[in-house]
């Protein structure tokens, strides 16, 4: 009994290896990862040496699957391109199994002394997250060590022996226990680096083959199950290169006789047989697909077509919950999510001078139902980023996450007050049959077209992070508020002058201008993140000490 809990000690060791490696190699190298794959879909050759890179430093197909499968959901890469992309991943992951099925255990030691050395000095930072990368490589070959050293102690029991003599080989029950396996250990890699030792001394060549398919079949199986709640378009990519793999283990079926035949005289190992059959499957999968991802994608898009719902405008299309466990990646989303509110907010700004214009209330009407989409935007980002592992981000994350937050709030609360604008408009203007005086509608127009500019000055300072831009957006409140001021002021003169629309208009007229003050005012809150992370802020205008005042309370 010792020694079989050894051995499931042994591969629960190896599966968390598998996991701190992919974890620390995605909070490293998270975002340049991403720009690779964006920036390399020229065609469905460079596509695939992406793949094959990206998933080399990662070890999981499965992560690489999840970042392309956000792409084409976000629609920036074409379906085709992407299983190109993942042809290339599992060509990747084979090569690591055959790199980790040498005897590396000297580098163990190494590896893990390392690591924790620089993961406990310098946690939080990239140098403690390539601690972390290699506590886990070191922690991946010790437990290859102790699954050969655990399965020669178990072969060596009669009971043991007994049992595996009884054994027969049924290789459709081996693919689907290699899936199953994959699937529960969320790595195929780690499932063909334990197969691979048992076939030393517990299973055959052809079991260890066998199994070898269902962990690929079983890596494309869990692509599809982690994306089951996505979208659509982000549900394709799994779908496809699950397609690719069942085609390829209908196609190894035949040809593993002949592939062992021709292998067996060259290299005695069963388990380097075993790494090197897998390296062999995903290379034949990539030469026979590489010319098929076009007919691939339009059958993905027959079993899969995209849906006719609601507007973009009103869903969230950037909350890829699949990119939860990629934190860097699931920032990204979240942001580009904030800009997709920000854009419903700036369609509701657009339209308020259009109504003041047009007199339309119907158009007043449509644009007081977009608060109810940029409410809902807001909730749903806001729990998007509940749901992220505040203690898996980097220091740099982790300020994005918040400026999500900020960014959000304010983009709300202008939805709010948009819509208690135009609500004002059509109760004090369009009913009432009213209209601004020419100087005052002039005022109006230039105080909108200002924050038009300023809002998307906004956008733009919170998707760039310019420190340049946010001071910018601070002077244009000052700019602002002035106008403001000045305009506040003319009206009154015109009062003064007994000019009947502006008396007619008068509330109203005070009331939208100091409302637009108020919208530029949470516009340029945007900026303070920026400058404060800068460490450009400046500092509080009011005096530190102020006087008491010896005024009498008579």
């Not at 027969?168 to 081996?174: A, F, I, P, V």
């Not at 969230?316 to 854009?343: G, K, V, Y």
Request: hydrophobic residues 50%; glycine residues 6%.
């Amino acid at each position: 009994m010792k020694h079989l809990l050894d051995l499931l000690a042994a591969i629960a060791l190896l599966v968390w290896g598998t996991h701190l490696v992919r974890k620390g190699m995605l909070r490293v190298f998270g975002s340049n990862l991403r720009q690779i794959l964006a920036s390399s879909m020229g065609n469905r050759f460079t596509a695939a040496l992406s793949g094959l890179g990206v998933t080399a430093l990662v070890q999981s197909s499965t992560a690489t699957a999840l970042i392309t499968a956000s792409f084409v959901g976000q629609g920036l890469i074409a379906l085709p391109s992407a299983l190109a992309v993942m042809l290339g991943a599992d060509v990747g992951t084979a090569m690591m199994a055959v790199l980790f099925s040498f005897d590396l255990s000297w580098l163990s030691p190494l590896f893990i002394f390392l690591g924790v050395t620089l993961f406990i000095s310098r946690q939080g930072s990239s140098v403690g997250d390539i601690g972390r990368v290699l506590i886990g490589l070191g922690l991946l070959l010790l437990a290859l060590r102790l699954i050969s050293a655990s399965t020669a102690v178990l072969t060596q029991n009669p009971a043991v022996q007994l049992m595996l003599a009884s054994l027969t080989s049924d290789l459709l029950l081996e693919i689907l226990l290699g899936a199953a396996l994959a699937v529960l250990a969320y790595s195929s890699l780690a499932v063909v680096l334990l197969v691979s030792s048992l076939a030393l001394q517990v299973v055959g060549l052809d079991v260890a083959l066998g199994l070898v398919l269902g962990a690929n079949l079983g890596s494309g199986l869990l692509a599809v199950i982690t994306t089951a709640k996505a979208g659509v378009t982000t549900r394709q990519v799994p779908l496809g290169n699950l397609l690719f793999k069942v085609l390829g283990v209908l196609i190894a079926i035949w040809l593993i006789p002949f592939w062992v035949h021709f292998m067996e005289p060259l290299v005695q190992d069963p388990a380097t047989l075993t790494v090197l059959f897998h390296l062999s499957f995903n290379l034949m999968v990539g030469v026979l697909f590489i010319g098929l991802t076009q007919p691939v994608a339009r059958m993905v898009n027959r079993l899969l077509p995209l849906q006719d719902g609601n507007s973009a405008l009103d869903r969230p299309n950037h909350l890829d919950l699949s990119a939860i466990a990629t934190p860097s990646l699931a920032i990204s989303c979240a942001a580009r999510e904030a800009m997709h509110q920000a854009d419903v907010v700036e369609t509701m700004l657009r339209g308020v001078v259009t109504v003041i214009r047009t007199n339309d209330l119907k158009l007043s009407q449509d644009l007081r139902k977009l608060d109810d989409t940029v409410d809902s935007l807001y909730s749903a980002i806001k729990y998007y980023l509940t749901k992220i592992s505040r203690e898996q981000l980097s220091e740099a994350e982790g300020q994005r996450w918040t400026d999500i937050i900020s960014f959000t709030i304010n983009m709300e609360q202008i939805g709010d007050t948009v819509e208690r604008v135009l609500l004002d408009i059509e109760d004090k203007k369009i009913r009432k049959g009213r209209e601004f005086s020419e100087a005052g509608m002039a005022e109006i127009n230039e105080l909108h077209a200002h924050l038009v500019d300023n809002m998307r000055l906004g956008m733009s300072v919170f998707l760039n992070g310019n420190v340049r831009d946010a001071q910018r957006l601070l002077e244009e409140k000052v700019r602002f508020r002035d106008m403001e001021r000045e305009y506040a002021a003319t009206h009154l003169d015109r009062l003064t002058g007994m000019t009947p629309q502006s008396i007619d208009t008068s509330a109203l007229h005070l009331d939208l201008i100091n409302d637009l003050k108020r919208i530029n005012s949470q516009i340029c809150s945007i900026a303070y993140p920026i400058l404060d992370g800068a460490g450009v802020l400046a500092p509080s205008r009011l005096r530190e000490h102020v006087p008491p005042t010896h005024a009498s309370r008579l």
